[in-house]
Nanobody, 119 residues
Framework: VQLQASGGGSVQPGGSLRLSCVASGDTSSLTMGWFRQTPAKERETVAVISRGDTPYYGDSVKGRFTISRDNSKSTVYLQMNSLKPEDTAVYYC???????????????WGQGTLVTVSS
């Protein structure tokens, strides 16, 4: 499956953004996830949503970010609230047919969208 992420941009601390990721095919059988990376850090898991809509969040975003999906639109979303400067990164969406949150299992990746949080 091919993935196309969008919605990144620049926002002030405390602000919100919503990322979208559209897949080229049916997503109902896929686990979908959002990941992020900066030049100084390895790619990390932000949020994952299972085929059954069970969410998983990385510790640094719990309570601030919400992942959701709309299989009728082959789209997964990441609502990001209370953004902090440390959330600045390139955000990637990804998919796997496995029921897992392990980043190593995700084998289809989008191109990334840049989120910058700065005053």
């Amino acid at each position: 499956v091919q993935l196309q992420a969008s919605g990144g941009g620049s926002v002030q601390p405390g602000g919100s953004l919503r990322l979208s990721c559209v897949a080229s095919g049916d997503t109902s059988s896929l686990t979908m996830g959002w990941f992020r990376q900066t030049p100084a850090k390895e790619r990390e898991t932000v949020a994952v949503i299972s085929r059954g809509d069970t969410p998983y969040y990385g510790d640094s975003v719990k309570g601030r970010f919400t992942i959701s999906r709309d299989n009728s639109k082959s789209t997964v979303y990441l609502q990001m609230n209370s953004l902090k400067p440390e959330d600045t990164a390139v955000y990637y969406c990804a998919a796997t047919p496995r029921n897992t949150v392990s980043i190593r299992a995700f084998d289809s990746w989008g191109q990334g969208t840049l989120v910058t949080v700065s005053s």
